[in-house]
């Protein structure tokens, strides 16, 4: 069965500073990744997908991953964290019965 | 139009009462989901519609029922609730059901609180 994870529950940095946000998933075949961010109370937005082809996936608002298949990782980076970047992230797998990781709270400190 | 909405936004409802959750997108998507998150978890999914017809059910309650009437339309009717279903009901959607390169579009969400 697909599944993620998302080791880190909470991870604080200060603006301007970069930011990588830890996934690794186990999926059976060729992994459809995705990274969701999710502000309080709102819905999710997505951020960047991966379905096959360029292992580093370029994202909106300035969001890249990496995919590395020997590492069954999927992880989010950014080079220079703005405040607004304050927020849930999720890591998912799959497509029609996507599958979503614990979530990392990311705070940005002035 | 590439956005799905939900409507209501907030919902307070008694463990008697009967109410309904609407999802709508004009996207031509033909895949449909539902979703509940509790707060600090991740979205957890309920039911998911291709063409309209129910394809998945992950073994939810009886108490929710939902119903997908056209391409465009997703309802969750809610009966005789538990204070434990309070939670943010996600509505999302894709295209083509089944094939590949196909993330999801999600709604902002109705918050739910049952009494």
């Known amino acids: 069965a697909q599944s993620v994870t998302q080791p880190d529950i909470h991870i604080t940095v200060s603006e301007g500073a970069s930011l990588e946000l830890r996934c690794n998933y186990s999926?059976?075949?060729?992994?459809?990744l995705f990274w969701y961010v999710q502000s309080p109370g709102q819905g999710l937005q997505l951020l960047l997908k991966?379905?096959?082809?360029?292992?580093l996936v370029q994202g909106i608002k300035g969001f890249e991953a990496e995919f590395k298949r020997s590492q069954s990782s999927f992880n989010l980076r950014k080079p220079s964290v703005h405040w607004s970047d304050a927020a849930e992230y999720f890591c998912?797998?799959?497509?029609?019965?996507?599958?979503f990781g614990a979530g990392t709270r990311l705070t940005v400190k002035p | 139009d590439t956005e799905v909405t939900q409507t209501p936004k907030h919902l307070v409802m008694g463990m008697t009462n009967k109410k309904s959750l609407k999802c709508e997108q004009h996207?031509?998507?033909?895949?449909m989901y539902w979703y509940k998150q509790k707060a600090k978890k991740p979205p957890e999914l309920m039911f998911v519609?291709?063409?309209?017809?129910?394809?998945i059910n992950e073994s939810v309650p009886s108490r929710f029922s939902p119903e997908c009437p056209n391409s465009s339309l997703l309802n969750l009717h809610l009966h005789a609730l538990q204070p434990e279903d309070s939670a943010l009901y996600l509505c999302?959607?894709?295209?083509?059901?089944?094939?590949?390169?196909?993330?999801?579009?999600f709604g902002p969400g109705t918050r739910l609180t049952v009494l």
């Open positions: 999302a959607s894709s295209q083509i059901p089944g094939t590949n390169y196909n993330e999801q579009f």
């Open positions: 999926y059976g075949a060729t992994p459809y």
């Open positions: 991966y379905f096959s082809g360029d292992t």
């Open positions: 998912a797998v799959g497509v029609n019965d996507m599958r």
């Open positions: 996207m031509g998507h033909r895949a």
């Open positions: 519609y291709s063409y309209e017809k129910l394809s």
